[in-house]
């Protein structure tokens, strides 16, 4: 197994607090995730860690007798230790409102601090549960619901323990997680992992099944909305994600390990002490050890070895352990810290030693345009609903976070294609395929291409003389219509002379581009072409007399020129009542040329009335 | 005038007329250097059609051809003769490759008059033939798609090989021609493109990258649908070529089992076929047959510098056709071609309906269905595109045309004009059944207009043309 295989592991800065042992009692808050460890007591001193603490909490409190557990509130404003199992002291005088009742018999109870929700466990065999939601100082009663207990021997009493239950907040809904033991009676080939949606509004319903395929004792984590379950017996751990496809029943959705199951990786213990002694090699952790206790939603603890650690999941190593790259697309991109990795499978896919089929390609591509565009159309209806000023009247509007999975065209042009052209070794007929497919793939969702993607398919296929396919392209208008791309084609004039039709043909069509039209006529010599167009679309009044006589003199016409000259005259007649040129126009020598030419009295008199 | 009378059909002497059409009275190649000496004649010949000739009268008229290219070259070095036009018949001569002389000699079509004595008069059309030359163009670029150059024969098997090769060639070939049906697409040889929005188009380019790289074998391909072009892998001459054999010859000669549909006897030959509609226009009939013969025709292409021989297969879904052009060196299998069978099959066929579907799409979001008031062909130089609603079906045998013959000579005359300048151009004509024709050319575009309006003078048929340029072609550069 290569070190880059393991694809869950323990952060690199755990919080760190003494050992638990028998005068250093420890605790762990899920609300404030701080650890606690009181010595003596509270006698000889309490110290509080939490992962973003910088500076620890220590302070002093009587010792009043074992504590059986010690928080604080949220801000850390107000300390609460329980000594006994019906009194909680505030240090400090409070007073305490009750907000409201319920009559309940309770056997346990577990209370989500990401989602406010508490479960209260009801009933003989353990397994009713009664949640209630904290909002704004209320509390609400949710529909109370029952989890299926598997069928045990007789002899058993079932109950469903309170160490088989976690709650979670998995993809911005919160799930009730129930860990199933695999049981003898029934036909399950291991335990399962059951998933509760449990909504804001409406009953609780079972939505999927993690199969686990294996026995004996399992610990849950959520992390990057991925369902770790670690195996004590195996000390390995896999991971599932309900996004991906799984097998549907008509109700439930089952699901498998995303991956072979894989052991964290292994973690080493710094050495603390001085510096004269750090020849002393690192101490390897001992991981899945019995003492290890498992928080949600990510947290891992070592009483015995005072750590704190984060799991978490890395997925460089993911890329090679997933072979199909669509589920590992579908996979990804769910993943916050995504992006890289995404661009760094799109790379691979196209080398030569890894180089993927056609067909996977489009896949990967389509999945990366499908983010894309969700996202592009989140960004669009919030600016019209902006701009319909509707903002202020609604709160729920929010612009659209853009998410590591939206990949836009600048970066697959800048950390993929613009390097996967340049490649010598490429067969160009793979690089154009690969190209094209990514701009079908924009095309089919809507995506205007960027003109960047299309020079880069012009420039391939110019590098390879493959004009008559450019022609194609342009010819059904793949390669959309612009000012350079019509820039470049007129410069490709030499090498394929086509190019100089579809050029003006493309400045044509832009409309916008008629000076640029009547600059490569006059540049061909065209000079009464280039005169005739910008008659048809009436800007002959505005066109300097000077350029056209220029070129018209050029072509060593002279009847082209008696025609252009002429033309003006009557320009001028037109428009200032004289066929006379005036000096700003700094056409004195073509005069001089035409009365040269075809003598004084060619030149037009001004008509008198 | 006889043009019209001809084309009247209805007139008092109409059943005393008799009409023949154009025929073709000898074809023949010959290298003026394989022969030089006297007595050595008859090696200069390389081909002479019709066979039966006497040898002494082949002679004499390759001499004949050889001395009228000699005496005008002094006229004209760089553009010898191209044709000798007779009261009875006209000859055109063409040097496809250097000292390679191709003369084709065709008797002007005939018209039997009945004098007033009751003789039979003939009345020769000379002014008739003038597209006809074209035809052997075309005939001899269809020889290089098959054979080859004339060089490369001889390079290798020497004129033996050669003359074996153009006896199979022209012999079938010259079978086929039919010059009456000869018109103004036939001069242009153009290519007709299927118009497609681009997402379909860009299908098209997926299905067929992913064809190349499943078939690795595969080294160009062409992708053509209702006849028209979509996409072409080779360059541009020899598509031109290709399309010409594929839409005049290989097509027609298939048009029988696509019409008998999915249940006719010719399907139920194919059994286990029934997932796709996918079939061999060329190379094995039958897939299930283990004896059945994968053999498809070769073809020659870059003959300008790589010079490549290539298997040609073609394979069809519906309307939409593939070619497959794999190295010559390679001997497509049976195994190969049930592989390619059912990988091309099942996904040509969900193209097909696609391209069909979309196709009918765009007609109806284009709008108005009703005839338009007038009829026109185009032809693009640059990229071979040629646009005509003025065919309504155009196979080897028969030009179905919807306007008159006399309209159609017009078309001709103006084109011949055109040739002859290179500057931009354009021609209004009356002509006599009270329609108009106008030629126009811009930048290696050439638009040809018949306009049914009797009673429009010059100016308002000059406006009508611009407004046809205006919804027909504005999404190119073409000057009024």
Known sequence: MGEEDYYLELCERPVQFEKANPVNCVFFDEANKQVFAVRSGGATGVVVKGPDDRNPISFRMDDKGEVKCIKFSLENKILAVQRTSKTVVLPEKRSLKLLKSHNLNVNWYMYCPESTVILLSTTVLENVLQPFHFRAGTMSKLPKFEIELPAAPKSTKPSLSERDIAMATIYGQLYVLFLRHHSRTSNSTGAEVVLYHLPREGACKKMHILKLNRTGKFALNVVDNLVVVHHQDTETSVIFDIKLRGEFDGSVTFHHPVLPARSIQPYQIPIAGPAAVTSQSPVPCKLYSSSWIVFQPDIIISASQGYLWNLQVKLEPIVNLLPDKGRLMDFLLQRKECKMVILSVCSQMLSESDRASLPVIATVFDKLNHEYKKYLDAEQSYAMAVEAGQSRSSPLLKRPVRTQAVLDQSDVYTHVLSAFVEKKEMPHKFVIAVLMEYIRSLNQFQIAVQHYLHELVIKTLVQHNLFYMLHQFLQYHVLSDSKPLACLLLSLESFYPPAHQLSLDMLKRLSTANDEIVEVLLSKHQVLAALRFIRGIGGHDNISARKFLDAAKQTEDNMLFYTIFRFFEQRNQRLRGSPNFTPGEHCEEHVAFFKQIFGDQAVMRPTTF | ?480
């Open chain 2, 1 to 480: 005038m006889a043009a019209a009378a001809a084309g009247a059909g209805s007139g008092p002497w109409a059943a005393q007329e008799k009409q023949f059409p154009p025929a073709l009275l000898s074809f023949f190649i010959y290298n003026p250097r394989f022969g030089p000496r006297e007595g050595e004649e008859e090696n200069k010949i390389l081909f002479y059609h019709p066979n039966e000739v006497e040898k002494n009268e082949k002679i004499r008229n390759v001499g004949l051809c050889e001395a009228i290219v000699q005496f005008t070259r002094t006229f004209s070095p760089s553009k010898p003769a191209k044709s000798l036009h007779t009261q009875k018949n006209r000859q055109f001569f063409n040097e496809p490759e250097e000292n390679f002389w191709m003369v084709m000699v065709v008797r002007n079509p005939i018209i039997e008059k009945q004098s007033k004595d009751g003789k039979p008069v003939l009345e020769y059309q000379e002014e008739e033939l003038l597209v006809m030359c074209h035809c052997l163009f075309v005939y001899f670029f269809k020889c290089i798609l098959f054979n080859g150059t004339f060089l490369k024969a001889m390079e290798d098997g020497g004129v033996k090989l050669l003359k074996e090769r153009l006896e199979k060639f022209f012999h079938r070939y010259l079978q086929t021609l039919h010059l009456q049906s000869c018109d103004l697409l036939d001069i242009f040889g153009g290519i007709s493109f299927f118009p497609l929005d681009k997402m379909t188009y860009l299908k098209i380019q997926s299905f067929i990258n992913r064809m190349e790289e499943s078939l690795n074998i595969v080294k160009y391909t062409a992708f053509l649908y209702n006849d028209q072009l979509i996409w072409s892998g080779l360059e541009q001459d020899d598509m031109r070529i290709l399309y010409k054999y594929l839409t005049t010859s290989l097509f027609p000669r298939h048009i029988e089992p696509e019409l008998a549909g999915r249940d006719s006897p010719i399907r139920a030959e194919m059994p286990g076929n029934l997932q796709h509609y996918g079939r061999f226009l060329t190379g094995p009939l039958n897939l299930n047959d283990p004896d059945a013969k994968c053999r498809f025709p070769k073809i020659f292409v870059n003959t300008d510098d790589t010079y490549e021989e290539l298997h040609l297969i073609v394979y069809k879904a519906m309307s939409a056709a593939v070619c497959f052009m794999i190295d010559a060196s390679i001997h497509p299998t049976l195994d190969f071609c049930r592989r390619l069978d059912s990988i091309v099959g099942p996904q040509l066929t969900v193209l097909a309906s696609d391209i069909c579907e979309q196709f009918n799409i765009n007609k109806r979001m284009s709008g108005s269905e009703k005839e338009p008031q007038f009829k026109f062909i185009y032809f693009n130089h640059m990229n071979l595109a040629e646009k005509s609603t003025v065919h309504m079906r155009k196979t080897p045998s028969v030009s179905l045309t919807s306007v008159h013959p006399d309209l159609m000579k017009i078309l001709g005359d103006i084109n011949s004009d055109f040739t002859r300048v290179d500057e931009d151009e354009e021609i209004i004509v009356k002509a006599m059944s009270d329609y108009w024709v106008v030629g126009k050319k811009s930048d290696r575009r050439e638009l040809y207009v018949i306009l049914n309006q009797k009673n429009a003078n010059l100016i308002e048929v000059n406006e009508e043309v611009k407004k046809l340029c205006a919804t027909q072609f504005n999404n190119i550069f073409f000057l009024d």
